[in-house]
C-alpha cells in the first residue's frame, strides 16, 4: 500500500520560512492535502490540490507537488502557525495522512 | 455556520462498546460522504472509517474491521460509530470529517475522547 513520509518535527524563527515535506512514491501523479491541526482543536485544510488555498488561509501558506516530494510552504511564520502539519492523498478511494510535521516556532 | 460536534466518548473496558455520534449543522448533510479519522495520544491522524451520501456504501480500516460500524441519519444529520469488541490501542480522540468523492476533508469536528482501560 501507498506509504507517506514526513519529518517529524521542523523549528524555525519568526519571521522566517518553513518548509514542510510529505514524499511519497510519484506523489507528483496524486492530488495532496494539507491539514494544519493545533492541540484540542479541529483540523483545518489548509492547501487542496497540492497548491490551492481555502479561503481565510493567508497566502504564506503554499504548497507545491513534483516527482516524489510535496512541500508545505509557510513564509514569514508567526507564533499562530505553531501546529502539526499533515499531507494527505487518496488510496484506494480512502484517505491517507502522512505521519505528521510538528512546526514549533523558536 | 457549518459545524460538526461529535459526542459520546468515555472510558470503557477492553471488549466494551460505545457509540460516537457527530451531529451536522449549517449545510446539506446528505450531499456529503463523511469520515471518521482517529488519533491515538501522542500519534498523528489515521483514517478510520467512510460512509457514502446515501449510506448504503461503507468503507473501514483493516485495525477495526469487522469491530466498529459506520452509518448515518440524514433526516437527523447525524453520523454514528457503532465500536464494539474495544482494544486498548482504539484509545484517541475521535474526529469526523465531511468530503466529498476524491476531495479534501473540508470540516472536522473538535473529536470525542475514547478510553480504553481496565
Known amino acids: 500500500s501507498y506509504v507517506l513520509t514526513q519529518t517529524p518535527s521542523v523549528s524555525v524563527a519568526p519571521g522566517k520560512t518553513a518548509k514542510i515535506t510529505c514524499g511519497g512514491n510519484?506523489?507528483?501523479?496524486?492530488?495532496v492535502h494539507w491539514y494544519q491541526h493545533k492541540p484540542g482543536q479541529a483540523p483545518v485544510l489548509v492547501i487542496y490540490y497540492d497548491k490551492d488555498r481555502p479561503s481565510g488561509i493567508p497566502e504564506r501558506f503554499a504548497g507545491s507537488n513534483s516527482g516524489n516530494t510535496a512541500t508545505l510552504t509557510i513564509s514569514r511564520v508567526e507564533d499562530g502557525d505553531e501546529a502539526d502539519y499533515y499531507c494527505q492523498v487518496w488510496d484506494n478511494m480512502d484517505p491517507l495522512f502522512g505521519g505528521g510535521t510538528k512546526l514549533t516556532v523558536l | 455556520e457549518e459545524q460538526l460536534v461529535e459526542s459520546g466518548g468515555g472510558v470503557v473496558h477492553p471488549g466494551g462498546s460505545l457509540r460516537l455520534s457527530c451531529a451536522a449543522s449549517g449545510f446539506t448533510f446528505i450531499t456529503y460522504r463523511m469520515h471518521w479519522v482517529r488519533q491515538a495520544p501522542g500519534k498523528g491522524l489515521v483514517w478510520v472509517s467512510r460512509?457514502?451520501?446515501?449510506?448504503?456504501?461503507?468503507t473501514y480500516a483493516d485495525s477495526v474491521k469487522g469491530r466498529f460500524t459506520v452509518s448515518r441519519d440524514n433526516a437527523e444529520n447525524t453520523l454514528y460509530l457503532q465500536m464494539s469488541g474495544l482494544r486498548v490501542d482504539d484509545t484517541a480522540t475521535y474526529y469526523c470529517a465531511r468530503g466529498r468523492h476524491l476531495e479534501p476533508a473540508d470540516l472536522w469536528g473538535q473529536g470525542t475522547l475514547v478510553t480504553v482501560s481496565s
Open positions: 510519484s506523489i507528483a501523479s496524486k492530488s
Open positions: 460512509i457514502n451520501e446515501d449510506g448504503k456504501t461503507t
